[in-house]
């Protein structure tokens, strides 16, 4: 989980850095290493301290505890300017009183365009770069905000620096376009190969955009994984129901994986017989156990995990099921609940459904109505921790 | 990626470090010329108040609370005897105010005059909109740059003997009044000054208010009595407060309009202390002034605290909308609104523009009444004649000139560090705001007889005498009182930059300096120069400090040659005062121009 599938040197790493405003701690102990060339997407909801890292990160604010490196060496007492970092705000921040060739060309003031090309061949290729080639005597202001947030992008970049720093980009602009400069902006990544550092809320951005996620809560990354990772395999409770929708249950396991010895434990259980069927399923792939949650019984699987993080019978449980994984009228563990609301979205319907009192989100094409089937195999249940008793 | 070399401290080169140091650089020195300029002197004069021949001693401050010719009545309360008895006497018709009770009194009288006739004011810019309105809204920027002095002559000029105002009654046929050297004309004068200030910081609250809020309660049934009072006035209110202690302040520390239309017969504490010092009783001086002082600084303290508890500014999402001045069908009360500031708009031009015109006629009026230029003729010719004890004209106007150009060249760059320094967030901000504000506080008498005790007349550091030119102290005072006016133009700008504007330039690989020259002062360039007609104005017009520095024949300026001529000569005092109206008209025009309006005071 969480494996760094790239090996390139470590560009910026954070080491047990905090930093506390009075006695709030806005980062806590955050230790984390950005590769170079990588996407690395900082995403949480506002106030948890995705901000304040990436401040720290281009020299804004100072660590109240830890260390930042870049590139191995520390960064303490550097001030931005002397950082080589490029910073990109939500409200571009673009120099009202220049125009946009000189806001692109801004920072070539205090160090040499990369290349050894000329100040003004470079500001001509980063406004080529970001496809505003004719903007180069405009007034910002009579710009566009997509606009505006490429002329920011072409001047963070235009003095080469080692690391973009992106605060939010997109946020102030509508969806469509957003969907639209995100494409761009991770193709000009890639293009130049630079190590981005890019906060947002918006986790469905985070997971188009990235090749690697921290998503952070309470001023502590919860989770640090490629996109698919996080989204499949969360580590966390908060990270299930922060990336996309999500189902959460929490139960007691009621079986063990696979063994007739595990299940013998459990002795005079009239729930035992049962199980028997599901449990020779279990048997047969060896890697599922049987939980119940409010009285009800479930097999989930539990992925890839070993003798040793598997859980034992009797320990406490919290799996999460994706709404797309919840079929109507299919899957191996069946419930019926009702239909609370129904919000017609277009390509699906996403539901709301009653079991229990309990709050279950499912998605389907047609909205629906009265009680429902539906169910999920074990295989698409991912169990998110563990408790023992 | 890494082909641009990073850059750490230890191998940046000496003019990197230079600049980057070069804001820390600005602020050491600008304290440094504060501590000259400012603290050093005024502790000097302070450290004199305690030190009776070589110890120290609180006797002279005990001796003026129990005198009753500075407490009145007051003072046997110090003196230690019963409230009751004290409290029976003050009620009494005959009661003694002494001299620190009457410049409560008067401060008092002028504080009510001001909010009297400044709210109205407030009311009719903020909430009416008519041909003019915004003219009229930047002139109450006004005062702040017109000298004391020369308001003194126009006040002269108007309710003197021969005054304008007796003139006016004499064609009507009703007898002449004597309003010179009486408590009524300081009060008015007080609220010429005072009221636009009032007026000025009232619409500005009144415009923040947002319609939303007085809709939400209209709509939640409140009429529009109810909602004024509930909605509106408690967002007002402050800002009316603010005016008032800000006026009781300023006219407790009244110093040119009382020595010019009082004299020392209506002598307030800051008049009385200029007098000591013409006596060369340095020691008593110095305690009245550290008194005066404290009673300052406790109005101003104690105004802050109720500030502190109270803010909520809030920024007006849309601000009410104006009502037209002349409905085309008025109803009852509309008729009875208009009447009401119609009067008050005839009360308001005899106050403010009444001095200013009986100030340019009567430079044009001769003895006989017919229209003259003898005397400006007069100055001309004393400019040739004059003895060497005499007020020149010509070198008052020069220096003048010369001062305002040193002390703006060194208050603006005072001020703008200093505002850096205050819009930053970082723990004791308020402490060096504080500091950094002081010298509004305090007494222009104490710092200039700081300065002339402390470097006029030379002070020994490390074996050296160090001394000042009467000239160099003057500039440095100027500096000193224009300072604050800098600091508080543009401050408000830089507040309202966006902190990711300086953050950009500075990943770009700007300094802390660089990214002020750069970005911010570009930005707020309006209120710079805005802040450096200020601190012109001020020193072209400022009084106090130096009438106590301008001893040689070689450093008097237009206001203390005003001064000379007031009470021999009204004449030649209207005629300079209308030299000084042009000069310091032509700077209220940059302030105008360039954006002064909206900005800080």
């Not at chain 1, 673009?94 to 290349?115: I, K, Q």
């Not at chain 1, 040793?308 to 099921?321: E, L, Q």
């Not at chain 2, 604050?484 to 690989?509: H, N, Q």
Request: with cysteine.
């Amino acid at each position: 989980m969480g494996s760094e599938e790239s090996h390139a040197p470590v560009a910026v790493e954070l080491d047990g850095v905090t930093k506390r405003y009075g006695d709030t701690a806005a980062v806590d102990d955050v230790s984390l290493r950005v590769r170079e060339g990588e996407f690395f997407t900082l995403v949480g909801p506002s106030g948890c301290g995705k901000t304040t890292t990436l401040r720290l990160i281009a020299g804004f604010e100072a660590p109240t505890e830890g260390a930042i490196r870049f590139g191995g060496d520390s960064v303490a007492g550097v001030p931005p300017e002397a950082r080589d970092v490029g910073v990109v705000f939500q409200n571009y921040a673009l120099f009202p009183h220049m125009t946009v060739g000189e806001n692109v060309g801004y920072g070539l003031n205090f160090a040499d365009p990369p290349g050894g090309v000329t100040r003004g061949e470079r500001v001509a290729e980063l406004l080529e770069l970001v496809d505003l080639p004719d903007a180069a005597d405009r007034d910002p202001e009579s710009l566009s905000g997509g606009q505006k947030q490429r002329v920011a992008m072409a001047r963070a970049i235009a003095p080469g620096p080692d690391v973009l720093l992106l605060d939010e980009p997109m946020s102030a602009l509508d969806a469509r376009l957003r969907e639209r400069l995100r494409v761009q902006v991770k193709a000009i990544q890639s293009e130049l190969g630079i190590t981005t550092v890019y906060v947002t809320h918006d986790q469905e951005e985070a997971l188009a955009i990235s090749d690697r996620v921290a998503v952070m809560s309470g001023g502590t990354p919860e989770q640090v994984a490629p996109p698919r990772t996080v989204y499949r395999e969360p580590a966390t409770r908060f990270v299930a129901e922060f990336v996309g929708d999500n189902n959460v249950f929490t139960g007691r396991v009621v079986g063990a994986s696979g063994t007739a010895d595990a299940e013998g434990e459990r002795g005079g259980d009239g729930a035992v017989d049962g199980e028997t069927g599901a449990l020779d399923d279990g048997a047969r792939d060896g890697n599922e156990t049987a939980i119940e949650v409010d009285g009800e019984r479930f097999r989930v699987g539990l992925g890839d995990r070993d003798a040793r993080t598997s859980p034992g019978p009797g320990d406490r449980i919290t799996v999460c099921v994706r709404p797309e994984h919840l079929r109507i009228g299919g899957g191996r563990n069946r419930i019926t609940a009702t239909v609370a609301n129904a919000e017609f979205l277009g390509e699906t319907t996403r539901m709301t459904l009653d079991w229990g009192g309990r709050e279950i989100v499912i998605r389907a094409r047609d909205p629906l109505s009265g009680e429902v089937a539906v169910g999920f195999d074990p295989a698409d249940a991912h169990v998110i921790g563990v408790e023992s008793e | 990626m890494s082909d641009r070399d990073r850059r750490s401290d230890g191998s940046r080169s000496l003019p990197d470090r230079l600049e980057g140091r070069l804001l820390t650089l600005l602020a050491v020195a600008t304290s440094a010329t504060l501590v000259v300029a400012f603290y050093y002197p005024v502790a000097t004069v302070l450290i004199e108040a305690v030190r009776v021949d070589g110890g120290v001693s609180l006797g002279a401050f005990a001796e003026i609370l129990r005198d009753p010719f500075y407490f009145g009545e007051a003072a046997r309360l110090f003196a230690g005897e019963s409230p009751t008895a004290v409290a029976r006497d003050l009620v009494s018709p005959d009661r003694r105010l002494g001299i620190v009770g009457f410049t409560a009194y008067q401060a008092a009288l002028s504080t009510v005059a001001s909010v009297a006739l400044g709210l109205p004011a407030a009311y009719l810019l903020a909430r009416f909109e008519f041909p003019g309105r915004r003219t009229i809204r930047s002139l109450t920027i006004v005062p702040f740059v017109l000298p004391s002095i020369m308001v003194a002559v126009g006040f002269v000029a108007t309710f003197g003997r021969n005054g304008t105002l007796n003139a006016v009654l004499g064609a009507l046929g009703l007898p002449a009044v004597d309003l010179l050297f009486t408590l009524e004309a300081i009060v008015i004068a007080h609220a010429f000054y005072n009221a636009p200030l009032v007026a000025r910081v009232t619409t500005a609250a009144w415009e923040s208010v947002d319609a939303g809020a007085v809709e939400t309660a209209r709509s939640l049934g409140a009429g529009p009595v109810r909602a004024f009072v509930d909605v509106v006035a408690p967002q007002v209110y402050p800002a009316v407060l603010t005016g008032a202690a800000l006026t009781f302040v300023f006219t407790f520390g009244t110093f040119p309009i009382v020595l010019a239309l009082g004299g020392f017969q209506l002598a307030t504490v800051e008049v009385f202390v200029y007098r000591l010092v013409r006596d060369l009783s340095y020691a008593e001086a110095a305690a009245l002034a550290i008194i005066e002082l404290v009673i300052s600084l406790g109005v101003l303290l104690a105004y802050l605290r109720y500030e502190a508890q109270s803010a909520v500014r809030s920024r007006g999402a849309r601000p009410l909308p104006r009502k037209p001045l002349l409905p085309s069908t008025p109803t009852v009360r509309e008729w009875v609104s208009r009447v009401g500031l119609a009067a008050y708009v005839a009360v308001a031009a005899v106050v403010f523009l009444a001095p200013i015109a009986s100030m340019i006629l009567a430079s044009v009026t001769g003895g006989d009444g017919a229209l003259t230029l003898e005397h400006y003729r007069f100055l001309a010719a004393r400019q040739r004649t004059a003895a060497a004890f005499q007020v020149r004209p010509w070198p008052a106007i020069r220096n003048s000139l010369g001062f305002a150009v040193g002390a703006t060249l060194l208050a603006l760059p005072m001020g703008v560090v200093v505002a850096v320094l205050t819009t930053r967030r970082y723990r004791g901000r308020k402490l060096v705001d504080a500091a950094a504000m002081a010298p509004l506080a305090v007494s222009g008498i104490v710092v200039g007889l700081g300065l002339l005790r402390g470097l006029v007349f030379g002070v020994e550091v490390a074996g050296w005498r160090v001394t000042a030119s009467g000239a160099v102290a003057i500039v440095v005072a100027h500096a000193v009182a224009g300072y604050p006016f800098v600091v508080r133009t543009v401050a408000p700008g830089l507040e309202a930059l966006d902190r990711s504007l300086v953050e950009s330039a500075r990943a770009l690989g700007a300094s802390r300096a660089r990214a002020l020259r750069d970005v911010e002062l570009p930005l707020v360039w309006p209120a710079v120069v805005a802040g450096a007609a200020f601190a012109f104005a001020i020193s072209i017009g400022e009084f106090t400090a130096t009438v106590v520095l301008a001893t040689g024949a070689d450093a008097y300026t237009m206001p203390i040659a005003i001064e000379r001529f007031i009470g021999r000569r009204l004449g030649p005092a209207t005629a300079m005062g209308v030299v000084l109206l042009v000069v310091t008209g032509c700077s209220f025009v940059v302030i105008e121009r360039l954006g002064g309006e909206s900005r800080g005071l």
